[in-house]
């Protein structure tokens, strides 16, 4: 987006998780980057290759969003939606840059209880609690999928108001 591909001096990293619905890493850059970091990296010398089943499934998945450029823009999109509720429900939010919407709790204890009351609502949400993120600051992560529907989302919708009206 930025013009910046291919410069030398720059670095990319990126997850083969979240978006691609694998697991590990990579860092594009240029050889001599790439170099050093094979002979230096600590955390790379003392780390296994991903699983073949790994990379296939992050190679399948980069093959789907390349033919339908529109799937990360419905993520986006329901990204924003996401967000849009909890805010109005005068939760903490921000707006997402990609398709996580972190949801600001506070209380570790609370952040805990809500992720609880949205699992028994039928949604799976990520909830993140010092050391993970400062004190004071636990929240909720939601990731939203290109392929929610409108009763996907109105079951978030209800989690979150039922998150909310739990909290006090």
């Known amino acids: 987006d930025a013009g910046l591909a291919g410069a030398?001096?720059?670095?990319?990293?990126?997850?083969?998780?979240k978006a691609l619905g694998s697991q590990g890493g990579a860092v594009v850059a240029s050889?001599?980057?790439i170099d050093h970091l094979i002979d230096t990296a600590r955390s790379f010398i003392f780390d296994t290759g991903l699983a073949p089943s790994c990379v296939g499934a992050a190679d399948a998945a980069l093959s789907l969003i390349t033919k339908d450029s529109g799937l990360s823009a419905s993520?986006?999109?329901?990204?924003?939606?996401?967000?849009?509720?909890a805010g109005?429900?005068?939760?903490?939010?921000?707006?997402?840059?990609?398709?996580?919407?972190?949801?600001?709790?506070?209380?570790?204890?609370?952040?805990?209880?809500?992720?609880a009351?949205?699992?028994?609502?039928?949604?799976?949400?990520g909830c993140f609690r010092p050391p993970s993120v400062p004190d004071g600051r636990s929240r909720l992560r939601l990731t939203a999928r290109a392929d929610?529907?409108?009763?996907?989302?109105s079951i978030v919708r209800a989690a979150l108001s039922a998150v909310r009206g739990g909290l006090g």
């Open 8 to 17: 030398p001096d720059v670095v990319l990293t990126a997850t083969l998780s």
């Open 88 to 115: 109005g429900l005068g939760l903490e939010t921000s707006a997402p840059a990609a398709a996580v919407v972190p949801v600001v709790i506070g209380d570790p204890t609370a952040a805990l209880a809500a992720q």
């Open 148 to 153: 929610l529907d409108d009763d996907q989302l």
């Open 117 to 125: 009351l949205c699992a028994s609502a039928g949604v799976r949400v």
């Open 75 to 85: 993520a986006r999109s329901n990204a924003g939606l996401l967000a849009s509720y």
């Open 31 to 33: 050889q001599a980057v």
